[in-house]
């Protein structure tokens, strides 16, 4: 399956499990001019930007971070919106919560993420409980 396929899988996936969740949940799908996250997703509220990342391999190299994707992120937090998050799917299908302030740090200082490093952060299930 192409890395597009298996990043809009994921899209779909998060989308369906935050549902279940209680939050109402929005794919914003790829279009030609791009977008620079994939889920807006509101629960009691609140709401969340998040971008997928599908981590095939044994991390996450940080070059695949887009200037739109951090600036849009910025923007949502300056906004008073909180961190835009960034959700990490792992090969054995956990995923992870990363918020983009951490990103941003470990930009300054590496270039992959390592899939233990990834794992230190919350997953999915433990995120949504953060949220309510």
């Not at 956990?94 to 230190?120: C, G, V, W, Y």
Request: glycine letters at 8%; proline letters at 2%.
């Amino acid at each position: 399956m192409s890395n597009r396929k298996l990043g809009n899988a994921f899209e779909a996936e998060l989308c369906e499990r935050l549902s279940e969740y209680g939050f109402w949940a929005h794919n914003m799908a790829q279009n030609s001019a791009g977008q620079p996250a994939d889920v807006l997703a509101v629960r009691n509220r609140v709401a969340y930007l998040i971008d997928c990342k599908v981590c095939s391999g044994k991390g996450f190299a940080l070059s695949r971070m887009e200037d739109n994707q951090d600036l849009s992120m910025e923007l949502w937090g300056n906004c008073g919106n909180g961190d835009g998050w960034f959700a990490m799917k792992l090969n054995d299908g956990a995923i992870h919560m990363i918020p983009h302030r951490d990103i941003l740090i470990a930009q300054k200082t590496i270039s992959f993420i390592k899939a233990e490093n990834i794992r230190r952060y919350v997953t999915l299930d433990e995120w949504v409980k953060l949220c309510e």
